[in-house]
């Protein structure tokens, strides 16, 4: 398979791993909704909440896994039956998910506002991903981010980190849509010709994302690549290599030409 004309890239779980920001974030904000009577976070509870990073949709989650591990739900538990266990969590804490996001929103706005670098030192970069990405923007490619996390945000820690992106070229939180309409607007303002059409490819972390596009009929030309260093699960990893849309992608294989990308593994 020839290269894509147009890269799609996810930013956290592909080149940015958050998972130091979402601990504290999320504590913080745990702390402001259910008033622990010690601040400190438990030792081991940060090792325990990273590997449930994949089991959230939404920011407002976070502070709700915390509250799980603290009330004793075994991390397997949460692992498979999360979207059950939370509705039962809010309830019986009488909070909606709402007045959780207001409380991480207002938790993380705080924080950026009064100490940007610091909340940006926390985020850190997936070996070789940023060389790699600067190679790309050097490139033919058109490559775009596309990603949950606010596009200032994302274009402010990648300046920090030396790689010069136009902003334009990054669609955050901001946008307000689901990334299947970003790509469906980005396939109709790059449309190729008759002779060579855009071939357009989005790397993602999360094996559900890439499942609402394949439910997309007009989306079926996107090739889809799952990375395995992201936030997903072995269980997730395993679909995805079962799925004929989607392809596998490992840290040392993303560094390589595009050609290598689509090899069998």
């Not at 745990?30 to 590997?51: M, N, S, W």
């Not at 290599?241 to 593994?265: K, N």
Request: aromatic share 10%.
């Amino acid at each position: 398979m020839v290269a894509p004309t147009l890269l799609a890239l996810d930013f956290d779980g592909v080149l940015c791993d958050g998972l130091l920001e979402y601990f504290e974030t999320s504590w913080k904000a745990y702390c402001q909704i259910f008033k622990p009577a010690k601040t400190t976070p438990p030792p081991g509870l940060a090792d325990q909440f990273y590997p449930l990073r994949p089991v959230i949709e939404t920011g407002w989650e976070m502070p709700m896994v915390l509250h799980a591990l603290l009330q004793g739900i075994q991390a397997d538990d949460i692992l498979q039956d999360w979207r059950q266990i939370v509705p039962t969590l809010l309830a019986q804490a009488d909070l909606t998910a709402e007045q959780v996001m207001t409380a991480v929103d207002g938790t993380r706005d705080r924080w950026i506002q009064a100490d940007l670098d610091g909340w940006l030192g926390l985020h850190r970069t997936y070996p070789g991903t940023l060389p790699w990405l600067q190679q790309v923007l050097a490139s033919e490619v058109k490559t775009v981010i596309i990603s949950t996390k606010e596009g200032r945000f994302i274009h402010a820690f990648l300046q920090q980190q030396g790689v010069e992106m136009p902003r334009a070229q990054i669609f955050g939180k901001e946008v307000q849509q689901p990334k299947t309409e970003t790509l469906r607007q980005l396939l109709a303002q790059h449309p190729g010709s008759s002779t060579d059409p855009t071939r357009l490819w989005f790397v993602e972390d999360r094996y559900k994302t890439l499942q609402k596009i394949e439910a997309q009929a007009d989306l079926n030309g996107v090739e889809l690549f799952l990375v395995d260093w992201g936030y997903n699960t072995a269980a997730e990893r395993d679909a995805a290599g079962r799925d004929d849309r989607v392809h596998l992608l490992s840290l040392s294989t993303i560094v390589q030409e595009f050609s290598a990308w689509t090899e069998p593994a």
